[in-house]
């Protein structure tokens, strides 16, 4: 069991610029959540998939940023026009029972 | 709604005295409590989940104590080893999500 993978692990952007950020939650896992995580808020709820279907994006600020599942196997978080207050560790996170999340590693972004 | 409230955010300790982290919760409804631990350049991880009110968990040398009466799940360790050295995050089942608190860095000391 590999865990949960995101990639890449950096990215580097300029103002304005798109990111596109990658989930690969852990096989048979049915819930699927992205997290914001910054020194100031900590970890700050997203949006949540189940079974593929977006559930919940109430902490998805409304303006350019956008989450998909296509499939069972990954996740994708787009964010448009990058600023620099966008700039944190965006962490995605699968469970399968009533509570336990595993998290993957992360990925940095930073938004020049 | 609900919140969770963590007022430490940097624990400074030496090696072998006693750990506690606090953790105050708000919810209108009964739910779980936990701990993760995030070491450096690591995802975090589940430490401790809350069992009923005003009973103890214990993992890893850790434990807390669901106080519904308190709206507390403060974390201790008897002992702190430099490997404790992390950044514990307190958390609550919030709906459809867990809300995390902003997180209490712990800096243990030789």
């Known amino acids: 069991n590999a865990g949960v993978i995101q990639t890449p692990r950096h990215k580097v952007t300029g103002k304005g610029q798109e990111a596109t950020l990658w989930c690969e939650p852990i096989s048979g896992h049915s819930a699927v959540f992205w997290y914001r995580q910054t020194i100031v808020q900590g970890l700050e709820f997203l949006t949540y998939?189940?079974?593929?279907?977006?559930?919940?994006d109430s902490g998805m600020p409304k303006e350019r940023f956008s989450a998909q599942m296509p499939n069972q196997s990954h996740s994708t978080l787009k964010i448009q026009s990058t600023q620099p207050q966008d700039s944190a560790v965006y962490l995605c996170?699968?469970?399968?029972?009533?509570?336990?999340?595993?998290f993957g590693p992360g990925t940095r972004l930073t938004v020049l | 709604g609900d919140s969770v409230t963590q007022t430490e955010g940097l624990v400074t300790l030496t090696e072998g005295l006693p750990v506690m982290l606090n953790c105050t919760y708000q919810?209108?409804?009964?739910?779980?409590l936990f701990w993760y631990v995030q070491h450096l350049n690591e995802a975090p991880k589940l430490l401790l989940k809350s069992s009923t009110d005003n009973k103890r968990t214990e993992h890893q040398g850790f434990h807390a104590t669901l106080h519904k009466s308190s709206s507390s799940f403060h974390l201790q360790k008897s002992s702190a080893q430099l490997s404790d050295s992390a950044l514990y995050y307190c958390a609550l089942n919030s709906g459809t999500y867990q809300r995390f608190g902003t997180g209490t860095k712990l800096q243990v000391v030789p």
């Open positions: 996170a699968s469970r399968q029972s009533s509570y336990e999340q595993y």
């Open positions: 919810t209108a409804y009964s739910t779980f």
């Open positions: 998939f189940r079974n593929q279907a977006p559930i919940d």
